[in-house]
Protein backbone atom coordinates (compact mmCIF):
# COMPACT_ATOMS: atom_id res chain seq x y z
CA UNK A 1 0.00 0.00 0.00
CA UNK A 2 1.24 3.34 -0.71
CA UNK A 3 2.24 5.74 1.62
CA UNK A 4 3.57 2.92 4.56
CA UNK A 5 7.01 2.30 4.44
CA UNK A 6 7.78 -1.20 6.41
CA UNK A 7 10.87 -2.65 7.47
CA UNK A 8 11.23 -6.78 7.07
CA UNK A 9 13.58 -9.03 8.89
CA UNK A 10 14.16 -13.11 8.62
CA UNK A 11 13.69 -15.12 11.64
CA UNK A 12 17.22 -15.13 13.56
CA UNK A 13 19.29 -18.21 14.28
CA UNK A 14 19.91 -17.34 18.17
CA UNK A 15 15.78 -18.21 18.67
CA UNK A 16 14.61 -14.58 20.17
CA UNK A 17 13.74 -11.68 18.53
CA UNK A 18 13.54 -7.94 20.21
CA UNK A 19 12.54 -4.81 18.65
CA UNK A 20 11.25 -1.43 19.78
CA UNK A 21 10.26 2.06 18.56
CA UNK A 22 10.12 5.41 20.23
CA UNK A 23 7.10 6.85 18.26
CA UNK A 24 6.07 7.28 14.69
CA UNK A 25 6.12 11.33 15.12
CA UNK A 26 10.02 11.90 14.40
CA UNK A 27 12.91 14.32 15.67
CA UNK A 28 11.68 16.95 18.06
CA UNK A 29 14.29 19.19 18.08
CA UNK A 30 13.28 21.71 21.28
CA UNK A 31 14.16 18.25 23.30
CA UNK A 32 17.18 17.29 21.29
CA UNK A 33 18.50 20.27 21.65
CA UNK A 34 18.20 20.41 24.70
CA UNK A 35 18.84 17.17 26.33
CA UNK A 36 22.48 15.91 26.11
CA UNK A 37 21.51 12.13 24.93
CA UNK A 38 20.68 11.63 21.37
CA UNK A 39 17.99 9.70 20.38
CA UNK A 40 20.21 6.88 18.62
CA UNK A 41 22.16 6.38 22.23
CA UNK A 42 18.87 5.98 23.87
CA UNK A 43 17.08 3.85 21.09
CA UNK A 44 20.63 1.65 21.01
CA UNK A 45 20.59 1.61 24.68
CA UNK A 46 17.18 0.48 25.19
CA UNK A 47 17.71 -2.14 22.48
CA UNK A 48 20.68 -3.64 24.41
CA UNK A 49 18.92 -4.12 28.03
CA UNK A 50 15.95 -5.89 26.22
CA UNK A 51 18.42 -8.20 24.38
CA UNK A 52 20.88 -8.66 27.11
CA UNK A 53 17.68 -10.52 28.95
CA UNK A 54 16.82 -12.79 25.97
CA UNK A 55 20.65 -13.52 25.07
CA UNK A 56 20.58 -14.88 28.48
CA UNK A 57 17.38 -16.75 28.18
CA UNK A 58 15.20 -14.56 30.08
CA UNK A 59 11.69 -14.28 29.19
CA UNK A 60 10.00 -11.67 26.47
CA UNK A 61 8.22 -10.30 29.50
CA UNK A 62 11.74 -9.25 31.22
CA UNK A 63 12.77 -8.15 27.90
CA UNK A 64 10.25 -5.69 27.00
CA UNK A 65 9.82 -4.07 30.60
CA UNK A 66 13.55 -3.76 30.54
CA UNK A 67 13.71 -2.20 26.99
CA UNK A 68 10.44 -0.19 27.87
CA UNK A 69 12.08 1.00 31.41
CA UNK A 70 15.55 2.40 29.31
CA UNK A 71 12.98 4.22 26.93
CA UNK A 72 11.12 5.96 30.08
CA UNK A 73 13.65 6.98 31.76
CA UNK A 74 15.48 9.10 29.18
CA UNK A 75 13.45 12.04 28.82
CA UNK A 76 14.24 12.46 24.54
CA UNK A 77 10.53 9.82 24.09
CA UNK A 78 7.08 10.59 25.40
CA UNK A 79 6.93 8.10 28.08
CA UNK A 80 8.05 8.19 31.71
CA UNK A 81 10.49 11.09 32.41
CA UNK A 82 10.34 12.88 29.02
CA UNK A 83 6.28 12.38 28.62
CA UNK A 84 4.04 14.83 26.69
CA UNK A 85 1.92 17.39 28.96
CA UNK A 86 -1.98 18.14 28.52
CA UNK A 87 -3.48 20.76 28.07
CA UNK A 88 -2.71 22.07 31.49
CA UNK A 89 0.28 21.43 31.94
CA UNK A 90 0.32 18.11 34.16
CA UNK A 91 1.43 14.64 32.93
CA UNK A 92 -1.08 11.31 32.73
CA UNK A 93 0.75 8.41 31.88
CA UNK A 94 -0.58 5.26 30.28
CA UNK A 95 1.35 1.89 29.98
CA UNK A 96 0.47 -1.81 28.93
CA UNK A 97 1.54 -4.61 29.16
CA UNK A 98 0.67 -8.31 27.94
CA UNK A 99 2.14 -11.86 27.57
CA UNK A 100 1.49 -14.27 24.63
CA UNK A 101 -0.41 -16.37 27.32
CA UNK A 102 -3.18 -14.07 27.02
CA UNK A 103 -2.54 -12.46 30.25
CA UNK A 104 -2.23 -8.45 30.09
CA UNK A 105 -2.15 -5.48 32.68
CA UNK A 106 -2.48 -1.41 31.86
CA UNK A 107 -2.86 1.57 33.94
CA UNK A 108 -3.80 4.80 32.76
CA UNK A 109 -4.07 8.58 33.71
CA UNK A 110 -1.05 8.07 36.50
CA UNK A 111 1.53 10.29 37.93
CA UNK A 112 3.10 8.82 40.83
CA UNK A 113 5.00 5.73 39.36
CA UNK A 114 8.03 6.73 37.79
CA UNK A 115 8.30 3.66 35.52
CA UNK A 116 4.58 3.05 34.40
CA UNK A 117 5.24 0.29 33.09
CA UNK A 118 6.34 -1.53 35.64
CA UNK A 119 3.51 -0.47 37.63
CA UNK A 120 1.33 -2.33 34.32
CA UNK A 121 3.63 -5.53 35.43
CA UNK A 122 2.11 -5.23 38.24
CA UNK A 123 -1.51 -5.05 37.66
CA UNK A 124 -1.04 -8.18 35.34
CA UNK A 125 0.92 -9.94 37.76
CA UNK A 126 -0.89 -9.12 41.52
CA UNK A 127 -4.82 -7.60 40.65
CA UNK A 128 -7.35 -9.03 39.16
CA UNK A 129 -7.75 -6.32 37.09
CA UNK A 130 -6.67 -5.64 33.67
CA UNK A 131 -6.76 -1.52 33.65
CA UNK A 132 -6.05 0.60 36.87
CA UNK A 133 -7.15 4.59 35.92
CA UNK A 134 -4.69 6.64 38.36
CA UNK A 135 -2.86 4.21 40.87
CA UNK A 136 -1.84 6.15 44.00
CA UNK A 137 1.24 6.80 45.00
CA UNK A 138 0.87 4.19 48.44
CA UNK A 139 -0.21 1.69 45.47
CA UNK A 140 2.69 1.92 43.55
CA UNK A 141 4.71 1.97 47.06
CA UNK A 142 2.74 -1.19 48.29
CA UNK A 143 3.76 -3.09 45.07
CA UNK A 144 7.67 -2.43 45.59
CA UNK A 145 8.40 0.37 42.73
CA UNK A 146 9.42 3.43 42.54
CA UNK A 147 7.24 6.73 43.35
CA UNK A 148 7.57 10.61 42.29
CA UNK A 149 6.03 13.61 42.71
CA UNK A 150 3.96 14.77 39.22
CA UNK A 151 6.92 17.42 38.95
CA UNK A 152 9.20 14.48 37.88
CA UNK A 153 7.42 14.51 34.41
CA UNK A 154 6.97 18.57 33.77
CA UNK A 155 10.73 18.44 32.12
CA UNK A 156 11.41 22.31 31.09
CA UNK A 157 11.42 21.19 27.55
CA UNK A 158 8.23 19.66 27.32
CA UNK A 159 6.53 22.52 29.10
CA UNK A 160 8.19 24.25 26.30
CA UNK A 161 6.66 22.11 23.92
CA UNK A 162 3.24 22.79 24.99
CA UNK A 163 3.66 26.42 24.79
CA UNK A 164 4.69 26.21 21.21
CA UNK A 165 1.50 23.93 20.73
CA UNK A 166 -0.88 26.42 21.82
CA UNK A 167 1.00 29.70 20.45
CA UNK A 168 -0.20 27.49 17.31
CA UNK A 169 3.91 27.26 16.02
CA UNK A 170 3.80 23.40 16.61
CA UNK A 171 2.13 20.84 15.28
CA UNK A 172 0.34 19.29 18.09
CA UNK A 173 0.16 15.81 16.77
CA UNK A 174 3.58 14.28 17.37
CA UNK A 175 3.83 10.64 17.99
CA UNK A 176 6.25 9.71 20.88
CA UNK A 177 5.23 6.58 22.45
CA UNK A 178 7.59 4.00 23.21
CA UNK A 179 7.16 -0.09 22.77
CA UNK A 180 9.22 -3.37 22.72
CA UNK A 181 8.14 -6.84 21.67
CA UNK A 182 9.52 -9.78 21.75
CA UNK A 183 9.69 -13.58 21.56
CA UNK A 184 11.93 -15.62 23.78
CA UNK A 185 14.08 -19.44 23.52
CA UNK A 186 11.01 -20.46 24.55
CA UNK A 187 8.63 -19.25 21.60
CA UNK A 188 7.01 -17.04 24.66
CA UNK A 189 5.92 -13.58 22.96
CA UNK A 190 5.12 -10.20 25.05
CA UNK A 191 4.25 -6.39 24.14
CA UNK A 192 5.13 -3.12 26.21
CA UNK A 193 3.92 0.46 25.40
CA UNK A 194 4.26 3.48 27.25
CA UNK A 195 3.35 6.87 26.65
CA UNK A 196 2.62 10.22 27.68
CA UNK A 197 -0.24 10.68 25.46
CA UNK A 198 -0.34 13.45 22.87
CA UNK A 199 0.70 16.98 23.63
CA UNK A 200 -2.07 19.05 24.37
CA UNK A 201 -4.53 17.04 25.78
CA UNK A 202 -7.07 17.11 27.09
CA UNK A 203 -6.94 16.08 31.18
CA UNK A 204 -8.46 12.68 31.39
CA UNK A 205 -8.23 11.81 27.75
CA UNK A 206 -7.03 8.08 27.27
CA UNK A 207 -5.45 6.86 23.77
CA UNK A 208 -4.77 3.34 22.82
CA UNK A 209 -1.32 2.36 24.25
CA UNK A 210 -3.08 1.04 27.81
CA UNK A 211 -5.98 -0.57 25.56
CA UNK A 212 -5.63 -3.82 25.14
CA UNK A 213 -5.79 -5.01 21.48
CA UNK A 214 -5.51 -1.22 20.48
CA UNK A 215 -2.41 -0.24 20.86
CA UNK A 216 -0.63 -3.71 22.11
CA UNK A 217 -1.45 -7.32 21.69
CA UNK A 218 0.53 -10.50 22.40
CA UNK A 219 -0.42 -14.12 21.30
CA UNK A 220 1.33 -17.16 21.46
CA UNK A 221 1.79 -18.97 18.55
CA UNK A 222 0.87 -15.66 16.51
CA UNK A 223 3.09 -12.58 17.20
CA UNK A 224 3.27 -9.50 20.16
CA UNK A 225 2.18 -5.87 18.62
CA UNK A 226 3.51 -2.57 19.94
CA UNK A 227 1.78 0.63 17.83
CA UNK A 228 2.12 4.60 18.07
CA UNK A 229 0.02 7.25 16.66
CA UNK A 230 -3.20 9.00 16.76
CA UNK A 231 -4.83 6.74 19.25
CA UNK A 232 -8.33 7.35 18.67
CA UNK A 233 -8.06 5.69 15.50
CA UNK A 234 -6.39 2.51 16.84
CA UNK A 235 -8.98 2.14 19.59
CA UNK A 236 -11.90 2.37 16.88
CA UNK A 237 -9.48 0.26 14.40
CA UNK A 238 -8.32 -2.39 17.37
CA UNK A 239 -5.23 -2.19 15.28
CA UNK A 240 -3.10 -4.33 17.38
CA UNK A 241 -5.66 -7.20 17.55
CA UNK A 242 -7.00 -6.75 13.95
CA UNK A 243 -2.99 -7.55 12.88
CA UNK A 244 -2.77 -10.57 15.19
CA UNK A 245 -6.20 -11.83 13.70
CA UNK A 246 -5.46 -11.38 10.36
CA UNK A 247 -1.99 -13.42 10.64
CA UNK A 248 -4.07 -16.19 12.95
CA UNK A 249 -7.84 -16.27 10.76
CA UNK A 250 -5.70 -15.67 7.06
CA UNK A 251 -3.13 -17.41 7.36
CA UNK A 252 -0.93 -14.47 5.73
CA UNK A 253 2.56 -13.23 7.33
CA UNK A 254 3.62 -10.27 9.70
CA UNK A 255 4.02 -7.98 6.69
CA UNK A 256 0.77 -8.65 4.60
CA UNK A 257 -1.45 -8.78 8.04
CA UNK A 258 0.06 -5.16 8.88
CA UNK A 259 -0.70 -3.27 5.30
CA UNK A 260 -3.91 -4.76 5.75
CA UNK A 261 -4.85 -3.32 8.62
CA UNK A 262 -3.27 -0.03 8.16
CA UNK A 263 -5.10 -0.21 4.89
CA UNK A 264 -8.42 -0.83 5.91
CA UNK A 265 -8.12 0.61 9.95
CA UNK A 266 -5.70 3.75 9.53
CA UNK A 267 -5.70 5.53 6.26
CA UNK A 268 -9.89 5.32 6.00
CA UNK A 269 -9.52 7.20 9.27
CA UNK A 270 -6.80 9.52 7.82
CA UNK A 271 -4.88 8.66 10.78
CA UNK A 272 -1.03 8.15 11.01
CA UNK A 273 1.05 5.93 13.41
CA UNK A 274 3.48 2.80 13.25
CA UNK A 275 3.29 -0.49 14.60
CA UNK A 276 6.49 -3.35 14.91
CA UNK A 277 5.92 -6.58 15.22
CA UNK A 278 7.94 -9.93 16.25
CA UNK A 279 5.96 -13.05 15.27
CA UNK A 280 6.27 -16.66 16.90
CA UNK A 281 8.89 -17.39 14.54
CA UNK A 282 11.14 -14.28 15.13
CA UNK A 283 10.03 -12.71 11.88
CA UNK A 284 10.16 -8.51 12.75
CA UNK A 285 8.30 -5.98 10.78
CA UNK A 286 9.02 -2.29 11.24
CA UNK A 287 6.31 -0.30 9.55
CA UNK A 288 4.68 3.45 9.55
CA UNK A 289 2.55 5.86 7.35
CA UNK A 290 3.98 8.59 9.06
CA UNK A 291 6.83 10.23 7.71
CA UNK A 292 9.71 8.59 10.24
CA UNK A 293 9.50 6.34 12.70
CA UNK A 294 12.35 5.80 15.88
CA UNK A 295 12.97 2.07 15.51
CA UNK A 296 15.51 -0.53 16.65
CA UNK A 297 16.01 -4.44 15.69
CA UNK A 298 19.04 -6.60 14.80
CA UNK A 299 18.63 -7.74 11.04
CA UNK A 300 20.68 -10.68 11.71
CA UNK A 301 24.28 -8.89 10.96
CA UNK A 302 23.94 -5.16 13.00
CA UNK A 303 21.83 -3.34 15.10
CA UNK A 304 19.96 -1.49 12.51
CA UNK A 305 18.53 2.15 14.32
CA UNK A 306 15.97 3.92 12.74
CA UNK A 307 16.27 8.05 13.45
N1 LIG B 1 -0.81 6.57 20.62
C1 LIG B 1 -0.56 7.55 21.66
C2 LIG B 1 -1.87 8.09 22.15
O1 LIG B 1 -2.76 8.27 21.37
C3 LIG B 1 0.28 8.69 21.18
C4 LIG B 1 1.54 8.32 20.52
O2 LIG B 1 1.67 7.24 19.97
O3 LIG B 1 2.46 9.13 20.55
O4 LIG B 1 -1.98 8.39 23.32
Known amino acids: MSGVQLYEVAPASTGWALVLHGGAGGR ?38 ATVERLEDDPLFNAGRGAALTSEGTAELDACVMTGDGRAGAI ?4 FARNPVHA ?51 AGSRHGTVGAVAVDVHG ?4 ATSTGGMVNQSEGRVGDTPVVGAG ?29 ARVRYLGVGLAEAITGTVAAELAPRGATGGLIAVGADGAIVVAHNSPAMFAAYHDGERLVVHT
Open 28 to 65: VEELSLEEAGTYSEGLTAAYQAGAAVLAAGGSALDAVC
Open 108 to 111: AASQ
Open 120 to 170: ARKVLEETPAVLLIAPTAGRIADWGLRTVTPDHFTTPARQQQLRRVQEGLL
Open 188 to 191: RVAA
Open 216 to 244: TYARDGVGAISCTGEGEAFIQGVVAHDVA
